[in-house]
């Protein structure tokens, strides 16, 4: 039986040995089909094919995306049989199609997954992880969310790799693991403080100062802030002789000197606050950049963005433009033009009449060029957006990086249509614009609100109770704490429905079309995750254009999400406040 060797990391390539033999035939990823990838990060699952077609080709219509699905379909076959793979490798039925496991098959993805449950096994594991997953395909978005987890997860086994090894009196090998670490994330201040401590372990302290200093100069030069008090510390310790001072505190995010001010309740934004406050950096040496902070409703892109510039008003001229559905903005940028006047709109003389908004993006990079201060254009809720703000935006966007403009962007990508989703990613993929996705809380980041709020330490059980039914949301998160402080918070228990996310849910349930609100009702009804064939069952009434509108109205307006294994209801509120209404409209 042949031998396979099936690689994620790093890379995309399937390696093949016939039995006995070293001869070894490679393939990379210009010849193999996009298929293959997708079905072995799912290995062993039934996927529906509707779903499969969607997933892989989200820009193209239904009929096409089933028809490059068959063809990959075909291509793979063809590859595993040519290769002596048994035929049952490949299951392909009229509704779904697997890939299944076979012990000659060896999967990187999954041996690292294996190997991570157990901590003997973290040293092997990290040594599997070659690179970012599936590097060569890009920032496909079903890819994006997966090679986050698996970075995350390899930096938090390095991070522990590194702590053990230098409670071991290994210095080198502690050492080894902090340089991929930061290698990974170089923003890390604790990775950082781990290095400069191997090395002083291993009787480098000119090193680790030398590390000291020279981190100390680009955060200067590039972010213009400073190390924080922790990195601080050790090096005035290595200066005074102390070849192995007191170990303070470990923060367990990046560096800490940028890091959200603790008023501000921005829970487990760290790295995308750094991330704006390097774009400020920048644009004090007259390059912009265009950031989009990505996220469905309910993570925080437009609280995370106004904190940031009510943090930093003093450096930055602020100004805004707000989509709404249905609306369109031009009135909007050309006061743009007159904020950076300073005086009142435009004569109708001065600006043309029939393209206003691309009229005001010019005006906008002429004197943002020379002045006092940076501009920081805050567009907010761009998937709202009429084609000539999409316009204006990608112009600035493609633009801005010769000039002190920091362009920051909120975007709900299941809101996104096809022809925007394209043009966004072909903006990415130029490195026109840096994308920010924000994700759910994690249960300790759940209780640090709680704390934060409330001034005192929740027992877990309260804690794991908030973040089920918040899902990791700070906003449905927030709206429960406070809604607490009403009541009796030494209860712990969790109050009803706030009025603040009632109304909420309420206005955008009453926003969808009819269809679409069959179409959640329905849902609602399904177990979760559910497919395509039973939405199809239980919405009997409509026909198939009606039921794929409403369907990607759901998706568009975020009360329904596409899964890996099917759709489902986007958030736990969503559905209890359907079963309180039981089932308006």
């Known amino acids: 039986m042949v031998r396979g060797q099936l690689t994620l990391f790093g890379d995309f390539r399937l390696t093949l040995a016939e039995p006995d033999s070293d001869a070894r035939q490679s393939w990379g990823p210009r010849r193999l089909p996009l298929l293959l990838a997708y079905l072995a990060l799912h290995l062993d699952r039934p996927l529906d094919r509707e779903h499969v077609a969607f997933r892989l080709w989200p820009q193209e219509p239904e009929p096409a995306a089933l028809a490059h699905l068959r063809q990959q379909l075909h291509q793979l076959r063809a590859l595993l049989l040519d290769h002596g793979w048994p035929a049952h490798l490949l299951e392909s039925g009229s509704r779904h199609v697997r890939l299944h496991s076979h012990p000659a098959l060896r999967i990187d993805a999954w041996r690292f997954q294996e190997l991570a449950e157990h901590p003997e096994g973290w040293d092997r594991a990290v040594a599997l992880y070659a690179g970012d997953l599936l590097e060569p395909l890009g920032e496909l978005d079903w890819i994006l969310p997966l090679r986050v987890r698996f970075r995350e997860r390899v930096q938090q086994m390095l991070l522990a790799l590194a702590q053990d090894a230098l409670r071991r009196c290994a210095p080198e090998q502690a050492r080894s693991y902090t340089a991929r670490l930061l290698a990974l994330d170089p923003l890390r201040e604790d990775a950082h403080r781990l290095h400069m401590e191997a090395l002083t372990a291993a009787g480098r302290r000119v090193e680790a100062l030398q590390h000291f200093q020279e981190l100390h100069r680009r955060m200067a030069e590039e972010w213009g802030t400073q190390p924080g008090p922790a990195l601080m510390a050790l090096a005035q310790a290595l200066r005074n ?95 743009l033009v007159a904020q950076l006047q300073e005086r009142g709109r435009p004569p109708e003389g001065e600006r043309p009449v029939r393209h206003p908004i691309r009229w005001a993006a010019r005006q906008l990079l002429a004197r943002a060029r020379h002045g006092p201060v940076p501009v920081a254009l805050f567009v907010q809720d761009l998937h709202h957006g009429d084609a000539n703000t999409w316009e204006a935006w990608a112009y600035l966007a493609a633009r801005c990086h010769r000039i002190p403009l920091v362009l920051v962007t909120t975007v709900a990508p299941a809101a996104l249509d096809s022809p925007n989703r394209r043009h966004l990613r072909s903006l990415r993929r130029r490195g026109h614009v840096r994308w920010l996705p924000l994700r759910a809380l994690e249960p300790e980041e759940t209780g640090t609100l709680v704390r934060l709020y409330l001034g005192r330490t929740p027992p877990p059980a309260f804690v794991d109770a908030l973040h089920q039914v918040s899902e990791g949301h700070p906003y449905f998160a927030v709206a429960y704490i406070q809604a607490m402080t009403a009541e009796d918070v030494g209860a712990w228990r969790l109050p009803a429905m706030p009025p603040s996310v009632r109304q909420v849910l309420v206005d955008v349930w009453s926003a969808l079309p009819p269809e679409a609100r069959s179409v959640l009702s329905a849902a609602l009804a399904l177990p979760q995750p559910f497919e395509w064939p039973e939405l199809i069952q239980a919405t009997p009434h409509m026909d198939d254009g009606a039921r794929v509108a409403a369907l990607e109205q759901c998706l568009r307006r975020g009360v329904l999400k596409a899964t890996d294994e099917g759709y489902r209801v986007a958030h736990n509120q969503i559905a209890a406040l359907l079963r309180l209404e039981q089932g308006p409209g």
């Open 241 to 335: 002789g102390r070849l192995h001072p007191t170990p303070s505190p470990r923060p367990s995010g990046p560096l800490g000197c940028v890091s959200p001010p603790t008023a501000a309740r921005l829970v487990g934004r760290d790295r995308e606050w750094m991330e704006l406050e390097r774009a400020l950096a920048s644009a004090r040496r007259g390059q912009g950049s265009a950031l989009v902070v990505a996220g469905e409703n309910g993570l925080g892109r437009t609280y995370l963005v106004e904190t940031w510039l009510a943090h930093r008003r003093e450096a930055l001229r602020v100004l805004r433009v707000t989509c709404h559905p249905g609306q369109p903005a031009s009135e909007a940028w050309v006061d």
